[in-house]
């Protein structure tokens, strides 16, 4: 068991209106006219709901008109979230937030209707965060929660959490079809149709993608479908939905700089032609809620493989250093909680309580060498259970027609149970030591005091603790799988503990703005190592950090928002010479513009992330990198829409991600440090038209 910090020298502020805390059958509640509002949009706001100043809902409509060259692109809305990618458009995408490079995941927690998106223990990275099962079409909205002040998010909610949720009802079934250059050409279908009592949604996309690279076919082929059946049941909705996934590609991943320099291979060219992978993502899920209760349970099928190479002839100059990473599982789980309304003295009160549980079973998760991807030996299979179960509690008070206070804490137990498929490794590393159980516990506490200053300005103090698990294996391991040395098994649970100071303000329904002044402390950073290929447990860390966003409508027509995020983070136990976090950005910025018309709308788009240590004493540094994507979209008909996308509208040249580490090219007799690069993809125009029915 870990214990808490003494929490919360909270200062200052917090609340709103009473209705907020309402039970809503209550007779206040029913002799009051309510004011219905539907979001069009953004909602950043969200007086009287919202717990800190670092959330905020987003809806369909506001993601329709946004350009994305991939799907995982849909968590850019998260002001400050930067979304990348270093390989193959089939693999996750890379993602940088408050000062994490985040890698696939790690420490950003992500819900698709309550089901977990990251995977623990997975064969690629810890808290592997893959967004290509999802139709961008179907996501009725996106809510996101950044830091760990949320009783209801437990593993990888140190930099915070987003949640989808998909749509049970569509006001038109409809068809598209999207071409565009290097390849591209995507079909979609929806159908919205009723059937007895219920509703049911229906959909299924298929991609096509070669990509921009000389040396190398993306040969993109995949695949989504999506059902969804609603109905009312017992007083509550029940939604039964099935998402299934499946994909292959060829990757073109990150290459050396001097490779480029010494004419090698173009920006856009690759050092091993071979890689890629393949992936399917299969899930079932089952929600039932009411005003009051809400049930869940899920079931998801997963199988990875990926096959890649960082270093080249590095470690093996004969065969080369290509490797793949095997994952495949089933992933169970599900949720109950209970919203209880009433008084505590003369205070309108809320408890919320909920239990949570998720199995991860995993038939295999493995490392393999590879060449041209043929296996020539294991560096590491193993079968993996791992568990945890959870119960929160959490109560929000108005102690004042202003003043509002929200305290709540949860407890995760982990179990872990490691078992190796293989007794010894290629160099007779005897890794069946590698097994066993563990198992840990943490107890998190966090609360809010919200006070509402006036009708167009409320401000927030919160405070909590979270926490991201570690891979299992790594939990139990006492030897390296590669050299046999003895390692020290590392922490099942790392701890994180942030608060920050915010104030929103909505003005005449012109000004939606936002202002958080942050802090985050880690006990242990996952950083990735390039010559690994993966991540690994390093020190603890320090971040803090401020954020500004502002959505302003000067008129109906025309929509401006502006995101500026700020962080400095530095590893705590280092000297100041070789502190910095390898891939931590410092400064993010976008900016966007969208003008609206009955029959039209156009849409520009702009991203900077600036420079950012590549390794601790700052001696390797990226470049900034900037990126503008505009979307036209025109009705032709009541029926027929055409959407018009330029991604990369002034062919910026710039990196979507870089690494600094050792590699090894053919000819080259010793390992050369260099920076390791992943080009943005060059302009590229893509149309669409859309049928409604």
């Known amino acids: 068991m870990k214990h808490p910090h003494l929490l919360f020298t909270l200062f200052v502020l917090a609340g709103h209106s009473s209705s907020t805390l309402a039970h809503p059958d209550s007779e206040e509640n029913t002799s009051e006219e309510l004011e219905i509002l539907t979001v069009k949009g ?18 369909q409509e506001e993601i329709a008109k946004r350009p994305l060259l991939r799907t995982g692109e849909v968590l850019e809305l998260v002001p400050g979230m930067v979304v990348t990618q270093h390989s193959g458009s089939g693999k996750a995408n890379q993602y940088f937030l408050r000062g994490f490079n985040l890698d696939h995941g790690t420490d950003f927690a ?22 290509n099962f999802i139709i961008p079409e179907l996501v009725g909205s996106l809510q996101y929660k950044k830091g760990a002040y949320y009783t209801e998010v437990g593993d990888f909610s140190g930099a915070g959490s987003a949640h989808l949720s998909t749509v049970s009802k569509s006001p038109n079934s409809k068809v598209s079809v999207t071409a565009g250059e290097f390849g591209y050409l995507r079909g979609f279908f929806m ?38 059946y609603s109905q009312a049941v017992l007083g509550g909705n029940l939604s039964v939905s099935f998402m299934g996934y499946d994909n292959e590609w060829n990757s073109a991943d990150q290459i050396p700089l001097r490779a480029v320099e010494q004419g090698l291979i173009s920006r856009f060219g690759s050092i091993d032609t071979t890689l890629g992978g393949e992936s399917s993502r299969y899930s079932l899920n089952a929600i039932w809620e009411s005003d009051t209760l809400r049930i869940s349970a899920y079931a998801i099928d997963y199988d990875f493989t990926l096959y890649s190479n960082f270093t080249f002839f590095l470690e093996n100059p004969e065969f080369g250093d290509q490797f793949e990473q095997v994952d495949s599982r089933r992933v169970y789980g599900g949720e109950i909680n209970k919203t209880l309304y009433g008084t505590l003295g003369q205070y309108n009160t809320v408890n919320t309580f909920g239990l949570q549980f998720r199995t991860d079973d995993i038939d295999e998760v493995g490392l393999f060498e590879t060449t041209e991807r043929v296996r020539r030996g294991a560096v590491r299979l193993d079968t993996v259970n791992e568990s945890s179960y959870s119960a929160f509690w959490d109560n929000q008070t108005l102690l004042s027609d202003k003043l509002r206070v929200k305290i709540g804490a949860r407890y995760d137990f982990f179990t872990f149970d ?53 891979d299992a294996r790594g939990t139990i391991s006492s030897l390296d799988p590669v050299s046999g040395d003895t390692i020290t098994p590392v922490d099942p649970l790392v701890s994180s503990f942030g608060y920050e100071l915010g104030l929103k303000a909505n003005i005449n329904h012109k000004i939606n703005a936002s202002l958080a002044l942050w802090t985050l402390d880690l006990d242990s950073e996952l950083v990735f190592v390039g ?7 390093s020190g603890a860390s320090s971040r803090y950090g401020v954020e500004a966003t502002v959505y302003y409508h000067p008129t109906e027509d025309w929509t401006v928002n502006l995101e500026y995020a700020y962080t400095d983070s530095e590893f705590s136990d280092e000297p100041s010479s070789a502190n910095a976090i390898p891939g931590s950005i410092n400064e993010v910025f976008q900016a966007g513009v969208t003008y609206e018309q009955p029959t039209w709308f ?47 509208v002034f062919n910026s040249n710039d990196s979507d991600i870089d690494y600094f580490y050792e590699s090894q090219l053919p000819g080259e007799t010793e390992p050369v440090e260099d920076i390791h690069l992943h080009v943005l993809q060059p302009r590229s125009i893509r149309v669409g038209i859309e049928y409604q029915f």
């Open 42 to 59: 953004r909602d950043d706001s969200l007086f009287g709901e919202a717990i800190s100043a670092s959330e905020g809902y987003i809806s």
């Open 418 to 470: 490691v078992d190796s498929l293989i007794e010894t490794n290629i160099n007779n590393v005897n890794v069946g030591q590698n097994n066993g159980t563990e198992n840990d516990g943490l107890l998190s506490v966090k609360g809010s005091i919200i006070y509402s200053i006036n009708d167009h300005f409320e401000a927030y103090a919160s405070a909590g603790q979270g926490f991201h698990s570690n």
């Open 602 to 648: 156009a849409s520009a788009q702009y991203r900077y992330f600036g420079d950012r240590p590549l390794i601790e004493d700052e001696s390797a540094v990226s470049d900034p990198s900037r990126l503008t994507n505009l979307r036209l979209g025109i009705t032709l008909s009541p029926q027929t829409n055409l959407t018009f996308d330029i991604l990369n």
């Open 110 to 131: 992500t819900f698709v209707d309550g089901m977990p998106v990251n995977f623990r223990t997975h064969g690629h990275g810890q808290g592997y965060t893959d967004l």
């Open 531 to 537: 010559d690994a290929g993966n991540t690994e447990a």
């Open 191 to 228: 159908q919205d149709t009723q059937i007895g009592e219920g509703n049911l949604v229906y959909a299924i996309e298929h991609q096509k993608y070669d990509g921009p690279w000389t040396d190398i076919e993306e040969d993109v082929n995949k695949t989504n479908v999506f059902v969804k």
